[in-house]
């Protein structure tokens, strides 16, 4: 496995080494020991997570101000597009966002740290999309910050108007938004 360059030094993409032929393929998604080697972070996940969505749908940008939740995130079917914001007011990315491409083709995977918003859109038919978190789930503290946000100027590479949930919908700017010390 190796870790490829993103914008934000504390966001990584991992690229893992596939090992293929006319029966298939195989490759390790998944490795404490090396993602702690490449990262130097440590880390135990507690939740994994598995959603299916249609082309077009949005996701995001979520997050929880408390228990906040580093995700492991990866696609085994389809297609997205994957956006990480920095939400730490003490960061030098402070505000910025990483997005990349992941896909069953690709297998790449991307490390979204505790102190980031996230989200998806789905740019094939349909995308099966798998996550790890190293928090629970806490729908009290779970936050949404508007997809669509002039500030943060996100370039989703999609066409037309995504398939949002309503409180996707009803997402508060970033001006607006609960934000990280």
């Not at 994994?48 to 082309?55: E, F, G, L, R, Y």
């Amino acid at each position: 496995m190796k870790v490829l360059p993103t914008k934000i030094p504390d966001v990584y993409l991992f690229e893992p080494t596939v090992f293929g032929d006319d029966r298939g393929f195989f490759y390790e998604s998944f490795s404490k020991q090396a993602f702690e080697k490449l990262t130097g972070i440590e880390t135990d996940f507690v939740q994994d997570n598995h959603s299916k969505s249609a082309k077009g749908v949005l996701r995001g940008l979520h997050y929880q101000i408390k228990q906040s939740q580093g995700k492991l995130v990866r696609v085994c079917s389809g297609e997205v597009l994957d956006v990480a914001v920095d939400l730490r007011k003490s960061s030098p990315t402070f505000g910025q966002w990483e997005g990349v491409l992941l896909s069953a083709e690709n297998k790449r995977q991307l490390w979204v740290p505790e102190g980031f918003a996230h989200g998806f859109v789905v740019m094939s038919d349909t995308a099966e999309f798998l996550y790890k978190t190293t928090n629970y789930y806490a729908p009290e503290f779970e936050r949404c910050i508007s997809w669509n946000d002039g500030s943060l100027a996100i370039d989703w590479q999609y066409d037309g108007n995504p398939l949002v949930s309503d409180k996707d919908a009803n997402g508060v700017t970033f001006i607006e938004a609960d934000l990280f010390e």
